[in-house]
């Protein structure tokens, strides 16, 4: 971090001597230029500070639902932490049931996540019985035509802080859905009033237990939602035992179909 604090400075102190040039000869400098990153590789990661973006493409990938390609992408030209994500989807014709499938998944993660890991884990893993604060802000906007899709926190528990593999538990935070996109698998277990909204939650138990927090006054923008309190419902409920561990939030945009953008500003995850 002292590295990068120190390159910013000369980077500064060489600005200002052009300029300062520039103004002796009469000749105008030119603008700096940020530097804005995308990556298109499926399963591709930028990484930038304790988060990375993830370019994941799952449903396609691995199952072979739908058409279509993604990007995501970072620009330091805005301030706080922000990313963006470009996609074109649509359903797979030779599936009867693809519009019911989840094709893609960009997001940003700080922690582990599926067998990647940032070098900054950003405080994670923290053992569930140990009470530590989750806060988290976002703001963000989705722009596209026959859009269905969700944009969601994850927050994967396991027993292992380093699961090999697939983690036991996830635990899924909707802030806005669209068409259905909601659990339509899982069985609606009641509602809890957390973080100054109601939320319907649903749970389902396959290879790994998924716990669904459903917000049922949709937002675009949250401020200070601490993720603890779903995670303290849930331990109450006897669904999480203390002795598990929270190893990643990750927060993004599942995608069923839908052409156009999707932008992130002011996005953070703090451990306390």
């Given amino acids: 971090m002292n590295l990068l604090h120190r390159f910013a400075r000369t980077?500064?102190?060489?600005?200002?001597?052009?300029l300062?040039?520039?103004?002796?000869?009469?000749?105008?400098a030119a603008?700096?230029?940020?530097?804005?990153?995308?990556?298109?590789?499926?399963?591709?990661?930028?990484?930038?500070g304790k988060y990375y973006a993830h370019n994941s493409e799952w449903g396609n990938t691995y199952n072979g639902w739908g058409y279509g390609s993604q990007c995501v992408s970072h620009s330091d030209t805005e301030l706080g932490n922000n990313w963006y994500s470009s996609f074109n989807w649509?359903?797979?014709?030779?599936i009867p049931d693809d519009e019911w499938h989840i094709k893609a998944w960009p997001s940003v993660v700080s922690g582990w996540q599926w067998g990647y890991a940032n070098p900054d884990h950003g405080g994670f893993p923290v053992r569930l019985g140990d009470e530590h604060q989750v806060v988290t802000n976002w703001d963000f906007e989705v722009n596209a035509s026959n859009w269905k899709g969700d944009s969601i926190y994850d927050l994967w528990v396991d027993p292992s802080q380093n699961p090999s593999s697939q983690p036991q538990n996830e635990v899924m935070?909707?802030?806005n859905y669209s068409d259905g996109a909601i659990p339509s698998s899982a069985d609606k277990v009641g509602s809890v009033w957390a973080n100054g909204a109601n939320w319907d939650v649903?749970?389902?138990?396959?290879?790994?237990q998924v716990i669904s927090y459903v917000r049922t006054s949709q937002t675009w923008s949250v401020s200070g939602l601490n993720l603890r309190d779903f995670l303290d419902h849930s331990q109450n409920a006897g669904w999480l035992d203390p002795n598990l561990y929270?190893?990643?939030v990750q927060a993004g945009h599942e995608i069923w179909h839908g052409s156009g953008t999707t932008h992130t500003w002011n996005y953070s995850v703090d451990v306390s």
């Fill in 11 to 18: 980077r500064r102190g060489a600005a200002t001597a052009v």
């Fill in 20 to 28: 300062a040039a520039a103004l002796l000869t009469g000749v105008a």
């Fill in 31 to 48: 603008p700096a230029q940020a530097a804005t990153v995308q990556n298109c590789a499926v399963e591709g990661t930028i990484m930038y």
């Fill in 90 to 94: 649509s359903n797979n014709s030779s």
């Fill in 173 to 175: 935070v909707f802030l």
């Fill in 202 to 208: 649903y749970r389902s138990y396959g290879s790994w």
């Fill in 246 to 248: 929270l190893v990643s």
